[in-house]
């Protein structure tokens, strides 16, 4: 009975206990844990990968939210979004410093060399999906919010480009069953779209 009553103060109500505890944890970790790239260059694959698996729960999370609207802890998982994202991204950035250090190259000879931009190899989308993803990083806290004010929602919808940016990279990688999770991803989005506006019509 007990544990009953914790599970569905948890799941369907939502009621994390120590949230706000949880999300400084989750911030912390996000923006220490990059910093392992220096240790061991080498594993820089294995933070891409964690850094997309964050990202694809990033993209899922708010349209599960509007169609399992019942299920609170979804709602509630929404708002650490900001700090999961914060996480992707700094992985991805940690991916390519670790590829910077294997490759015993500076940041400025990959940046500016036209070679590494042919938008025909998986390099190009890499440094884009890099370069898209800084607005949103440096625009992740509450001074971006105050100061951009009407623009600071459109430059974290950038999301959405890295997203597709990243799953271009890892296509032309190889691994072209990311086609599967692109779609998984679309597809809810569209479902939930779907639902809110059929909400609001009979509202």
Avoid: C
């Avoid at 609207?69 to 670790?98: D, M, N, P, Q, Y």
């Amino acid at each position: 009975m007990f544990v009953r009553d914790i599970l569905n103060k948890i799941i369907i109500k939502g009621q994390i206990p120590y949230l706000m505890a949880l999300k400084r944890l989750i911030f912390w970790i996000a923006i220490l844990s990059p910093f392992l790239i220096f240790i061991d260059p080498y594993q820089f694959k294995e933070f891409s990968k964690i850094g997309w698996n964050i990202l694809v729960g990033v993209m899922l999370i708010r349209p599960l939210a509007d169609i399992f609207s019942k299920i609170g802890i979804l709602r509630t998982l929404v708002a650490l979004r900001k700090e999961f994202g914060i996480g992707a991204a700094l992985l991805f950035i940690a991916h390519f410093v670790g590829f910077i250090l294997l490759n015993n190259v500076s940041v400025f000879d990959v940046v500016l060399d036209a070679r590494y931009w042919n938008f025909k190899m998986y390099i190009a989308w890499g440094l884009l999906g890099i370069t898209v993803s800084l607005p949103i990083l440096l625009t992740s806290n509450k001074f971006a919010i105050i100061h951009l004010k009407k623009w600071w929602k459109p430059i974290q919808k950038l999301s959405y480009l890295l997203f597709i940016v990243g799953g271009i990279h890892i296509f032309l990688i190889g691994k072209k069953d990311v086609v599967y999770t692109l779609l998984f991803v679309a597809i809810i989005w569209l479902i939930a779209k779907i639902k809110v506006i059929y909400a609001r019509a009979t509202t």
